[in-house]
């Protein structure tokens, strides 16, 4: 499945206020891990991922063999 909004280190944690200037300061180029596309956040990325893995564990594991 494609996930609208996220991009490669969208699956990391959630980065703090001002994250992305600190990393930056110690390694420039690297505060893109606290970036994702589109106009969604991390955190409703996250959301959404959770509930379809929930969901897909739900209907797997009430299937009876």
């Not at 891990?33 to 594991?61: P, Q, Y």
């Amino acid at each position: 499945m494609t996930v609208p909004d996220a991009m490669h280190f969208s699956f990391m944690q959630l980065c703090k206020p001002d994250a992305v200037a600190l990393i930056e300061a110690e390694t420039p180029g690297d505060g893109i891990v606290c970036k994702d596309g589109g106009s969604r956040s991390r955190e409703e990325i996250h959301r959404e991922i959770a509930s379809v893995v929930t969901g897909f564990l739900a209907e797997a594991l009430s299937v009876n063999p």
